[in-house]
């Protein structure tokens, strides 16, 4: 399942991370890089342990948090700190799957990457290309969203960053793991949700039929998921 989610981010919280971030260290991206992905990745990300990755990083963990459609689609156990990456003119990463396991900075915690999350940092007039691209089993998606918009994904799927011709690409990427480790399992729990959401909007807060399908949610989540 891929979801995209509207202004995750304020127009003022996506211009207080852009000026941060302007002033942050910049390195090669490859340096948090597996192997076989290095060789196909061209870009700059800020060092993950500076003052500057930490304080926008913050900024984007308190709107996941206030954000039902991302709790609902990620179902997060553990967030990884938001890293940031910039893609200038013949930068790009080329098709490659993320690790399936990252140790958190400075850390000796690891986790198990399941939904990756992408936060766009510029609008998409600023820059020519660079959009990101996912292989789903209903075909590729091709994802170039406004500034302070974020698409969720599975992070066992396959997707690249096509290269920039013009202009800058800044985002945040992130992973998650998830209470529910099974894609699919993720799925039919988000669908579920969506549709209480929907009815109680519909029918009003204490419709029986949300109760019902709520209490099948919830004992669902109970087999499922890992705490
Ligand atoms: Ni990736």
Request: aromatic share 8%; glycine share 6%.
């Amino acid at each position: 399942m891929l979801i995209t989610i509207a202004d995750l981010l304020t127009a003022d919280e996506v211009a207080h991370c852009r000026g941060v971030l302007a002033r942050a260290p910049w390195v090669d991206g490859r340096a948090t890089a597996g192997p076989i992905s290095a060789v196909v990745k061209a870009n700059r990300q800020v060092e993950p342990t500076s003052r500057e990755a930490i304080e926008c990083g913050e900024v984007i963990l308190a709107a996941l948090n206030r954000n039902p459609d991302f709790l609902s689609a990620a179902l997060p156990l553990r967030i990884l700190p938001p890293m940031f990456n910039a893609y200038g003119p013949g930068e790009h990463f080329g098709i490659h799957v993320d690790n399936a396991i990252r140790n958190a900075p400075g850390s000796r915690e690891r986790i198990r990457t399941d939904v990756s999350t992408t936060v766009f940092l510029s609008e998409p007039d600023e820059y020519e290309g660079g959009e990101l691209t996912v292989e789903t089993p209903f075909g590729v998606q091709s994802v170039k969203l406004a500034a302070g918009h974020a698409v969720v994904y599975p992070s066992t799927s396959l997707h690249e960053v096509t290269p920039v011709t013009a202009g800058e690409r800044l985002a945040s990427f992130f992973w998650t793991q998830s209470m529910v480790r099974d894609e699919g399992e993720r799925t039919l729990l988000f669908d579920l949700d969506q549709t209480i959401q929907d009815l109680r909007r519909a029918q009003g807060e204490e419709d029986p039929h949300a109760v019902r399908l709520s209490f099948v949610y919830h004992n669902l989540v109970r087999r499922w998921a890992e705490t």
